[in-house]
């Protein structure tokens, strides 16, 4: 009797321990089954963007990567959720978000969907933006300027993911409100639809691009206007 004890006390133990060796390993939860691949050891929050170059000439950028748990009757089935960034580094870019049970089909998800939704943001001189603007999602609320040669990507975290993949090289940011990387990224690319550049002004009014320029006191408005190509 007293060995029987013994046996059903240690398989008590054992059993309870299981769980959560499986929680902190980030595996599935259940009987018969061994770890996921991926083994959920990442950080939950992702705040260095891992860049992946394709060979079509794509910029990839994780921006978060969080683990998701959905209850049914057995237990708890754990997933990954992604957000991924896709530009062409030339005024291209879009966002996806995915999940799955497993780390690289979530991104591959996120790739696949942001790569059906980019969009082309107009850029003067190739660098930066060409006008001030402010976007908003939810609680995020950004503010994006144009800057002059030199200065850099002044952003953090999902904002300097979505400039580095528009293939912007000057420009400063400024994030009020919530830090969620989803609603930033949003509202960041809120603020990106609503630019505009002086050549689509100009056919919008049926005017010419060297009187737009020359009504701010330009000197140089017709070279300026041919230097312009967005």
Partial sequence: MMADENNTNEDVVVDAAAPEAVEAEGGRRGRGRGRGEGGGRGRRD??????????????????????????????????????????DGQGRVGFGHG???????????????????????????????????TGRFGAGNVYVRSAPAGTGIIAGGPMRAVFESLGVADVVTKSIGTSNPYNMV???????SEQTSPKSVAQRRGKKIADLLGRGGSKTAEADAEAITE
């Avoid at 949003?186 to 990106?192: I, N």
Wanted: no cysteine; net charge positive.
């Fill in 186 to 192: 949003r509202a960041t690319f809120a603020a990106l």
């Fill in 46 to 87: 992702d705040r260095r963007p891992r860049e992946e170059k394709e060979d079509d000439g794509t910029i990839e950028k994780l921006v978060h990567i969080n683990r998701v748990s959905k209850t049914v009757k057995g237990g708890k089935r754990f997933g990954f959720a992604a957000l991924v960034v896709v530009g």
């Fill in 99 to 133: 999940k799955a049970r497993e780390v690289p089909e979530a991104i591959n998800k996120a790739t696949a969907a942001a790569k059906k939704k980019m969009i082309r943001v107009p850029l003067k001189d190739g660098r930066t933006l060409h006008h001030d603007g």
